[in-house]
């Protein structure tokens, strides 16, 4: 039977670590990188300045209003910076920032997690 099987009375089981009263590190960081298209935009800045609708068109099935909630939410964070190139038509480009660059070697060690394991 395995540790997780085994009752308080056998002196087996795990003990129990008290409760967080605030998220964990880990919690903490899939606020910030997770939710749909996030990592996939800092994947798409990591080596230049993209215009918003190139952005668009490189995360294929995401829509414009996605990209555009998820770049709003990213630029509040830090990760991202919003470059107007033009006004007349309205023309934005954005980059990544150091604190999203940071973020890089976690996702890259997500790619090569999946590409191991095939998920």
Request: proline share 3%.
């Given at each position: 039977?395995?540790?997780?099987?085994?009752?308080?009375?056998?002196?087996?089981?795990?003990?129990?670590?008290?409760?967080?009263?605030?998220?964990?590190?880990i919690e903490r960081?899939?606020?910030?990188?997770?939710?749909?298209?996030?990592?996939?935009?800092?994947?798409?800045?990591?080596?230049?300045?993209?215009?918003?609708?190139?952005?668009?068109?490189?995360?294929?099935?995401?829509?414009?209003?996605?990209?555009?909630?998820?770049?709003?939410?990213?630029?509040?964070?830090?990760?991202?910076?919003?470059?107007?190139?033009?006004?007349?038509?309205?023309?934005?480009?954005?980059?990544?920032?150091?604190?999203?660059?940071?973020?890089?070697?976690?996702?890259?060690?997500?790619?090569?997690?999946?590409?191991?394991y095939g998920v």
């Amino acid at each position: 039977m395995s540790n997780a099987g085994q009752t308080k009375e056998s002196g087996a089981a795990k003990s129990s670590k008290s409760t967080c009263l605030e998220p964990c590190p880990i919690e903490r960081g899939m606020r910030i990188l997770g939710g749909k298209w996030k990592a996939s935009i800092l994947w798409h800045l990591k080596d230049e300045p993209v215009r918003f609708n190139d952005l668009c068109r490189q995360l294929g099935g995401a829509s414009k209003k996605m990209v555009d909630q998820r770049l709003k939410e990213m630029e509040e964070i830090g990760l991202v910076r919003r470059n107007v190139l033009s006004t007349r038509p309205i023309a934005v480009s954005y980059e990544i920032t150091e604190f999203g660059r940071s973020a890089l070697c976690v996702l890259e060690e997500l790619k090569e997690w999946t590409e191991k394991y095939g998920v």
